[in-house]
């Protein structure tokens, strides 16, 4: 395996994970991390965390759209003018 990168996203609490797959990683994969401040410890912080990962992946998939949808409109303009 060469090239492979692994993201993380742990607690600022967390002190291990990160050590723990680095040293667990294969030759050629990286492991880049993320730490997230986080006001205590408990289940409640834990959703909101999460809930925040999913708020930013349901924005990102709207831009992508958003994307998509403006290259289909290109590319039917540029096709009208072809004719």
Do not use: D, F, Y
């Amino acid at each position: 395996m060469h090239g492979w990168r692994i993201g993380l996203i742990v607690p600022s609490s967390n002190t291990t994970m990160e050590s723990e797959l680095n040293r667990m990683a294969p030759e050629g994969v990286s492991i880049h991390t993320a730490r997230v401040s986080l006001g205590e410890m408990t289940p409640e912080a834990m959703e909101k965390m999460e809930n925040k990962i999913n708020e930013n992946k349901i924005n990102e998939n709207k831009i992508n759209e958003n994307k998509i949808n403006e290259n289909k409109i290109n590319e039917n303009k540029i096709n009208e003018n072809k004719k």
